[in-house]
């Protein structure tokens, strides 16, 4: 069965520090990776995709994240954040044959002034 | 703005009521997806219609059912309603039924079950 792994449930880190948020996944078949994030009181908006092509994808808002298929691993970095950063950030997978999206439990980022 | 509007926005009820969350999809978008979001369990995925058809059911309780309507927009019926249904109900909606297809979030419904 498929499963999405978020290691760090909080993350602290200071403003204009860099940042990385670890995402890994488990499946048999080839993936479609994804980074949400949800602001207090919001839905979630999505970050970046990665579909195929370049493992290195950028999204919104300065960040990045890189796939690695051999280590099942999406991470999200952003070389200096900022305090509006300050959200919860949910890493989602769907296989390339399947239609049901699976969500990790979500890292808390708290950006620290 | 997702272009996913979710009604209502919050619902405070009581144990044994049952309530009715409404979900109306981007323009042009077949597919809706419900999630329960709650601190212990984070996003839970529940039932995936497309285009008016049960596609995928995730970890739905018997006591919660859902329909997509012939105009795509979709209701979670919630009954017999307890204390841990409280949590934040997220509506997403897509293009296609998966593969290739974002989901687009609505701001969600707060239920409180007091």
């Known amino acids: 069965a498929q499963s999405v792994t978020q290691l760090d449930s909080q993350v602290p880190v200071f403003e204009e520090a860099p940042v990385e948020l670890r995402c890994n996944y488990s499946s048999s078949v080839s993936v479609y990776l994804f980074w949400y994030v949800q602001y207090p009181n919001q839905g979630l908006q999505l970050l970046l995709k990665y579909l195929s092509g370049s493992t290195l994808v950028k999204g919104i808002n300065g960040f990045e994240a890189e796939f690695n298929k051999s280590q099942t691993s999406f991470h999200l970095r952003k070389p200096s954040v900022h305090i509006s950063d300050t959200a919860e950030y949910f890493c989602?997978?769907?296989?390339?044959?399947?239609?049901?999206?699976?969500f990790g439990t979500g890292t808390s980022l708290t950006v620290i002034p | 703005d997702s272009g996913v509007t979710q009604t209502p926005k919050h619902l405070i009820t009581a144990t044994g009521q049952r309530v009715t969350l409404r979900c109306s999809p981007r323009?042009?978008?077949?597919?809706v997806y419900w999630y329960q979001q709650s601190l212990d369990q984070g996003l839970q995925f529940l039932i995936q219609?497309?285009?008016?058809?049960?596609?995928a059911k995730g970890n739905i309780l018997e006591r919660f059912s859902a329909q997509q309507f012939p105009d795509l927009h979709s209701e979670l019926n919630l009954s017999s309603l307890e204390l841990g249904d409280s949590a934040l109900y997220f509506c997403?909606?897509?293009?296609?039924?998966?593969?290739?297809?974002?989901?687009?979030f609505g701001e969600g419904s707060r239920l409180t079950v007091l």
């Open positions: 997403a909606s897509s293009v296609t039924a998966g593969v290739g297809g974002e989901l687009f």
């Open positions: 323009s042009g978008d077949l597919s």
């Open positions: 219609y497309y285009n008016g058809e049960e596609r």
């Open positions: 989602a997978v769907i296989e390339n044959t399947g239609n049901q999206f699976y």
